[in-house]
């Protein structure tokens, strides 16, 4: 590792702790060329799979697409933005452990509907109306219809167990 002052490659690592977030490993170093001390972090490096459109093309994984997404189906709902993160990190993890380094956007799009299925009635249809493409009234009654039966069937299960 360069050091930020000199350049020189050659430095001995003086400290090492987990950061606050435990999600990196802080360490400070001193160069040997120059003697001055620097931080660096060490993060683990995520890999997540490319995202295959409906059309073809491919284009890298996009938390912040999701985000927005999920936002505009929460929109005037009272759904916190921890919630709203809770979501956005299920699907991403989801992905994270998809195991072909391609994933359709249909598979990121079913997850999402199914995280804001259990979430929020009215998120998951406003997000299925614009996923599924719901040409007509008959389209948003069809999926209506089968949330609200799918919904009866996991009250059913959560009261016999």
């Not at 090492?16 to 170093?29: E, V």
């Not at 093309?57 to 936002?71: A, H, L, S, V, Y």
């Not at 929460?74 to 979501?87: F, L, N, Q």
């Amino acid at each position: 590792m360069k050091c930020p002052f000199c350049a020189h490659c050659d430095n001995k690592v003086i400290d090492s702790r987990i950061s606050k977030d435990g999600d990196a490993i802080r360490r400070r170093r001193e160069c040997l060329g120059c003697s001055k001390r620097f931080t660096t972090y060490e993060y683990v490096e995520e890999v997540l799979p490319v995202v295959v459109k409906k059309d073809g093309r491919r284009e890298p994984f996009d938390r912040t697409k999701i985000r927005i997404g999920i936002k505009k189906a929460c929109e005037k709902r009272p759904i916190s933005t921890d919630a709203i993160e809770t979501v956005v990190d299920n699907v991403e993890r989801s992905c994270q452990e998809f195991q072909d380094k391609e994933i359709p956007s249909a598979a990121i799009g079913e997850k999402i509907m199914r995280e804001l299925q259990t979430l929020d009635g009215v998120a998951y249809v406003r997000f299925a109306s614009v996923y599924r493409e719901f040409r007509d009234v008959s389209d948003f009654v069809e999926e209506l219809k089968d949330f609200l039966r799918d919904r009866k069937i996991g009250k059913g299960k959560k009261k016999e167990g």
